[in-house]
């Protein structure tokens, strides 16, 4: 039984004190939920704040991404030695908006990936396409291949370890998202191409999220699909009431 994730990738929003003031609405109103993993990944300014404040909770410190080297001269970037020693137990990687504004490649996500779980965090590995290759029926296409890429290398107890966020480029922050069918076809998609180039222990245990305007309205027929295991939520994360909505509309 695969146990459902809702992360909140809070993107280049809130200060330390808005982040603490989130994070306290969280905890108050998320007590009692434990058949959901709950994560969330504020900016590195806040991550040391954060995770003093939901020590012995049910909240889990994640960060937007990591860099795949321990130590050294790499201006502006933070390693997975770093984040762990914060507190995180999760690192995006592959969102997006990386490989959009900062170009990294599936090359560069696969070294974050294995620098990451070698420390001990677990990757939120992200997939997707844009709307320019979904309509040119490129999508199996393009997750294949960040798949394949992106996962290189790896060996079965690695990706054990593993989170997958499927997220069409052309839903994250547009206000459209796909149709519940839509998502559980690229989900299944996944799921295959799992079983074909890893194995079958290895698809039925890895959990797949689904991210692109996740609201509390869309989230429960989200998660009726069978191959979605939860959301990688955005604008709707910065709002305490709404991510709470989110979270315990997952439940069903």
């Known amino acids: 039984m695969r146990k459902p994730v809702i992360a909140g990738n809070w993107k280049m929003n809130k200060t330390i004190s808005e982040s603490i003031e989130l994070v306290n609405g969280l905890k108050r109103e998320l007590i009692d939920i434990q058949e959901v993993e709950i994560i969330v990944c504020p900016v590195y300014t806040a991550l040391s704040d954060i995770s003093d404040l939901i020590v012995d909770s049910n909240i889990f410190l994640g960060a937007q991404n990591v860099y795949w080297k321990t130590s050294g001269a790499f201006t502006g970037e933070i390693s997975p030695l770093m984040l762990k020693d914060v507190g995180c137990k999760y690192a995006i990687i592959g969102h997006s908006e990386r490989r959009k504004y900062f170009n990294e490649s599936d090359q560069s996500v696969n070294k974050r990936i294995k620098a990451a779980l070698r420390e001990g965090l677990t990757p939120i ?6 709307l320019e290759e979904r309509e040119a029926n490129k999508t199996t296409d393009v997750v294949k291949r960040q798949l394949s890429e992106g996962l290189e290398g790896l060996e079965k107890e690695a990706l054990l370890n593993l989170i ?26 996944i799921r295959s191409w799992l079983v074909e180039n890893c194995s079958e222990e290895v698809a039925e245990s890895l959990r797949i999220l689904y991210g ?32 709470v909505g989110i979270v315990k509309n997952s439940l069903g």
Do not use: R
């Not at 590995?125 to 844009?130: D, K, L, N, R, S």
């Open 125 to 130: 590995f992200c997939v997707g396409e844009t």
């Open 164 to 189: 997958i966020a499927y997220e069409p480029v052309w839903a994250i922050g547009t206000g459209k998202t796909a149709t519940p069918e839509q998502a559980q076809e690229i989900h299944g998609f």
């Open 212 to 243: 692109g305007s996740v609201k509390e309205t869309n989230i429960k027929e989200l998660m009726q699909q069978n191959d979605i295991d939860g959301a990688l939520v955005g604008g709707a994360s910065l709002d305490s009431s709404s991510f």
